[in-house]
């Protein structure tokens, strides 16, 4: 069991030498990449001849894998120590396979997904009785959704380079650790200003929740089990309908019925809603300091020259899976160099692994984005698809309780509001599905649900009669879901893997930053209540448009 000292420690728990077997009893698998079209930035679907072969592949050697990243180091364009082992390191992740650790983390970074769309919604349904405590007006109080959206951006910017210089590991808790501890004092919030605020700095740890717990899991995650990716969105709704649960409890029977004579006292509801909160955040950062072993990231302790325990993490996680692993200290220094022979340039610096983190957003990283007409294409249009729904999602979900509550009581306003969330489960799950069906795909998939979530949101306007509005938001949550899933897994897909981070971490940006944007259109653009509205369904149509002349499919394929 982890304590104060491990939780700012890197280093390994626990040795298992029985799980190394020789190198001869490893892995002979193809790498996945060997075959890469690079003009698309994805292979071409294996022909059953190359399945078969690789199943009954010889044997493998230390030949073989010193030829395989010599390929990868081409690829690449960085030569170092470090770039040789930490492609070692990856290798021996995919021979291990998906088990039991990769599961664990499937649920503990799946609580990162929670606490993101938690606090989204749980921020939004708080906007109505905060501006009758407060006295600030219904369009005003939306000001607390953009101050979240700072904290939001800021955390993702500061927390995607933190996990690179200081570990996955202390990133993975402290971003939980923070938003719990935040969360808690919003409750108590003392003025407007003081709870925007606390909504800000909550949002510092929220925001890094995605990219830490993208990296943390992706890292372990076998390439060919990447269609996983798309499950993750299942935690978005999860945190949706406890936010909605929670309110649904407290708001109606805590809370002012007007702004006349509103006071503190008489207006709990929203404030046990952001305790609530705060301490179900809380319990999921004790949950993964406390019932997991988390095991660093093997290539950030390369990086930093603990080549010994950058061997024991592996060892860690095939000990987890009840596997065996080939990697040991004497391949990787066969491959990347012996210490003694590396040591200016076996480690890398802090500084130097921020560079490496910033380089991302270099021309040099950019650049190859748009190598080919192909490529350019699709990552000129992911990104757009990724502002457009950032803003829709946004202009509709962050203000769907003031909404609701135009044309029906408090009760039934989060009643209403809580069924819409529980129509948005299932949806991730049948995009998961729906990926792999031949005829229809990532692309099918993305385009189907991003039309339907935007004529749905039309609907939504052309009627003040509760139900058929509740029915409009469900089917909408649901179809949304769909969409927010399988662009999340395609995204990574398209792009080739020595710019991937590059292209999926500047469409993750440019989201957040039009949520960003989508109060403040909110608030000025427009005197009309349906305005936003609109705006949030011609963006999703937009979105679909472009998803149509997206030029790759990535179904059957295997990422480059």
């Known amino acids: ?20 077997v020789p190198l001869a009893r490893g892995s002979a698998t193809t790498k996945d990449a060997q075959d890469a079209d690079s003009s698309s930035g994805l292979d071409q679907p294996a022909s059953d001849e190359k399945n078969a072969g690789a199943q009954t592949s010889n044997t493998l050697t230390l030949e073989a894998l010193r030829a395989e990243i010599e390929a990868d180091i081409v690829a690449s364009g960085h030569d170092t120590a470090y770039d040789r082992k930490a492609k070692v390191i990856n ?28 606090w989204l919604q749980g921020v939004a349904l708080t906007l109505s009785p905060i501006a009758m405590e407060f006295g600030v007006s219904e369009n005003e109080s939306r000001f607390a959704t953009c101050a979240l959206f700072v904290g939001l951006i800021v955390g993702a910017s500061f927390w995607g380079i933190a996990s690179d210089a200081i570990g996955r590991r202390p990133a993975f808790n402290m971003t939980l650790c923070i938003c719990g501890t935040f969360g808690l004092a919003a409750g108590g919030g003392p003025n407007w200003v003081g709870t925007c605020a606390l909504y800000a700095c909550l949002g510092l740890g929220v925001g890094g929740n995605l990219p830490v717990d993208a990296a943390v899991f992706l890292e372990c995650l076998p390439p060919n089990s990447t269609q996983i990716l798309s499950g993750l969105a299942t935690w978005w709704s999860v945190g949706t309908l406890i936010a909605s649960m929670l309110a649904w409890a407290y708001i109606p029977t805590f809370s002012c019925e ?13 404030r046990y809603l952001v305790l609530t909160l705060g301490a179900i955040t809380f319990a999921m950062f004790l949950c993964r300091f406390f019932l997991f072993t988390l095991y660093e990231s093997p290539k950030f302790l390369v990086s930093r020259g603990r080549q010994q325990e950058a061997v024991a993490a592996v060892h860690g996680i095939a000990h987890k899976n009840k596997t065996t692993t080939w990697l040991t200290e004497d391949i990787l220094n066969e491959i990347g160099g012996y210490p003694e022979e590396t040591k200016d340039k076996n480690a890398l610096s802090t500084v130097d692994i921020v560079k490496r983190s910033l380089e991302r957003f270099s021309v040099q990283q950019i650049k190859p984005l748009f190598a080919t007409r192909r490529l350019a294409i699709s990552t000129i249009l992911i990104w757009f698809c990724w502002t457009c729904i950032g803003m829709g999602y946004t202009l509709f979900n962050a203000f769907l309780p003031q909404y ?17 969330a529980v129509c948005g489960i299932p949806g991730p799950l049948l995009g998961w599905y729906l990926v792999d069906l031949k005829y229809i795909g990532r692309k099918g998939t993305m385009a189907a649900s991003t039309l339907i979530t935007g004529v749905l949101l039309f609907c939504f306007t052309a009627t003040k009669d509760p139900n058929i509005q509740l029915v409009c938001s469900s089917l909408e949550s649901f179809f949304q879901m769909i969409m927010y ?29 039009a949520g960003l944007m989508a109060p403040i259109i909110g608030i000025y653009a427009s005197t009309d ?32």
Do not use: H
């Open 485 to 513: 899933g399988v662009l999340y897994a395609y995204t990574p897909e398209v792009f080739p893997a020595p710019n991937r981070g590059t292209g999926s971490g500047i469409a993750s940006c440019l989201n957040r930053i």
């Open 529 to 560: 209540p349906l305005g936003p509205i609109y705006a949030a369904g011609a963006l999703i149509l937009a979105s679909f448009v472009a998803m149509c002349f997206l030029p790759i499919e990535t179904q059957g394929k295997q990422a480059m």
């Open 258 to 270: 007007s702004y006349e004579n509103c006071t503190r006292a008489d207006n709990w509801g929203w």
């Open 404 to 420: 609701l509550s135009a044309n029906s009581t408090t009760y039934i306003t989060y009643r209403n509001y809580a069924i819409t």
């Open 91 to 118: 290798r021996a992740v995919q021979d291990i396979g998906m088990g039991r650790y990769q599961w664990g983390l499937f649920v503990l970074c799946g609580m990162g997904w929670v606490a993101d769309n938690l």
């Open 1 to 20: 069991m982890p304590n104060l000292k491990e939780f700012f420690s890197n280093k390994e728990r626990g040795q298992f030498p029985e799980v190394v």
